[in-house]
């Protein structure tokens, strides 16, 4: 029986997931949610309640939010007893956070930061920075990576006009090409 309500529920979180999206499956699940998010996960750990994200944050593919710290099963008190360690985890407003990132227990994300893809952030990240790596390290100013961006890359109003996205991405391509032989 436990099977069933088992497989039960998880075929209604995946239909809820599927007609609703991942930010009001993210508010279900316990995750405070900002406003205009962009969410590309479905598992947000065994304590969800735990995790804030501000507005415009983007959490992308495969990122991983670790609330608790699981290694204290190895650390017993005088009554054989594990011991216990949970901590939030905050995400600032204007933040990307890279694939495959890993967020550990306790960390906060300022605003306007950039995470890399693949890094893990042990510590907290302060606001205008962009950090990556293992662990995160902060690498830049959100300031200088913006001049570089808008120095290299294309503007979706560079791309006004181009509906297929194959034409989108190829027009981008020969904008930053062309943005970068100067």
Known sequence: MAFIRSAFHLLFDLVYFMAKGSVAYARKKGVTVGEQCRIYIKSWGSEPFLISLGDHVTVTSGVKFITHDGSTCLVKDVQGKRYQRFAPIQVGSHVFIG??????????????????????????????????????????????????????????????????YAERVQRAIEIQASKTSH
């Not at 893990?120 to 205008?128: E, L, Q, R, S, Y």
């Not at 808008?150 to 560079?158: G, I, L, P, V």
């Open 99 to 164: 694939v495959n990132s890993i967020i550990m227990p306790g960390v906060s994300i300022g605003s306007n930061v950039v995470i890399g893809a693949g890094s893990v952030v042990t510590k907290d990240i302060p606001d205008n920075s962009v950090a990556i790596g293992v662990p995160a390290k902060v690498v830049s100013s959100f300031a200088d990576y913006q001049t570089k961006i808008q120095a290299t890359c294309a503007s979706d109003s560079d791309l006004v006009g181009i509906q297929d």
